[in-house]
DNA sequence: TGTACATCAGTGAACGCGCGTTCACTGATGTAC
DNA sequence: TGTACATCAGTGAACGCGCGTTCACTGATGTAC
């Protein structure tokens, strides 16, 4: 979106100052300093890694991208690992809020929730390509940075906490456990997002929308706990 | 292993001569023509990519691990991506022939060896970690040959058949499309073999195997479709 | 308000490396006669 | 059985490339006085 009227030239992004220091009035030319380099490393990072993959992704092209010399990211990540490790928090990030945003405390009831959370889940995978692909496939680049181990687990609470919801309607000495609800019901998901869910790419000839696919499983996979929609007396 | 008694020091694969044209008898020291290069470097690329995932698999370490110059794969591959087509290709097959040997046309019941065919799907995801690998996650280096497009085709018309075996049991108009069943079915077991069933990456604490998990699931799925197994009378 | 200076985010040139790929070549094989 | 030769699977040297990373440097910023 084009600048409105007399403000700053730089593009913000959630409050970040991603411009130059020396603001381009004069038109192309740009300072010394960048303003936010990191910031701008990371959304270049994004770019590559949505066209080409986490695999493809170069420390080298990210500088490139962001418009200063191979040597300057050197000053805000301690080598191209830490980038992507960077990438992959702020996706867990990302991920995070948007389940949480789409579960919303389960209103207006669970079921209804549960969806939103598989539709957000799919829209994910589809949309944020570049993070869901550095979270889920960058594999061993990864696998120095701890922090990132337990990045899974707050999804996983999540599913959890829906599938205590869920449950609560039955008598206590038939609820199944909720933590293995949680991860069947994240297999599956991962699963349709995983085989069906991208793009264009392994594209299959399916009859009905992921998302479908997914709340008829879901559904199912409830039905066979006792916990189907109606609840149909005996 | 070493060579037994008085036997050719070739080393034979699946009837393969992976050998050297100029048997080894005097030692270390090889002759000019390999025997079985192509063979050679399809198990290289299988060994490279267990170790270093597709993207890290380069096509000058084959040629190094199958003990020949850089320039000898040429003979055989076109380039590096056809090599892991034809790694792709191969492990697709494998893949099939393991599924549909753990399906053994349904016996002795279709619910047990669905049962046998989820633990042969992660057992060849954790054990064929390289065909697996590049099977689905080798991504867009694959995308120019469409030989393997359909390659997933027929596990999903195994995962169809089972269905349709353990759907018979149901009156005809209370049969789920089996065509969403397969999905369902073959999302659960992906799904659970990308997040809990590779060796030691990614590990999570699991409450059971992952083949226990995805044993439990299936059957709760299938038990919401009217499937359960011992079939309670109303 | 003006100036000196410390800080530090950038530069740009350079390095060593491994890769994919090519090229003219050469040695082994196996076939025709 | 022996020899000439076509075939072709290998060699090894070389190329251009992009990458990750380093280094001494320099220009902009902002703070102390």
New interface residues.
Partial sequence: MPPTRGSVPEVHVKGFNMGWSRHGRGGGHRGYHHGNLREALVAAALQLIAE??P??FSFVDAARLAGVSPAAPYRHFRDRDELLAEVAQRGFAVFDAALVGAWDEGRPDPLTALDRVGRAYLAFARQQRAYYATM??A??AL?RHPELRLA?ESA?GLLRRAAEALVAKLPKEQR??T??MA??I???????A???GRGD?AR?A???SPED??E??V???????GL?RPAPGP
């Fill in positions: 080409r993959g695999a493809g889920f496939e594999g061993s696998d899974g996983l199944p456990p933590l293995m991860l069947h994240w297999a599956m998901t991962h699963g349709i995983s085989l069906f790419q299959r399916l009859p009905m696919l997914l008829a499983g559904l199912v996979y409830l039905q066979g706990l189907g």
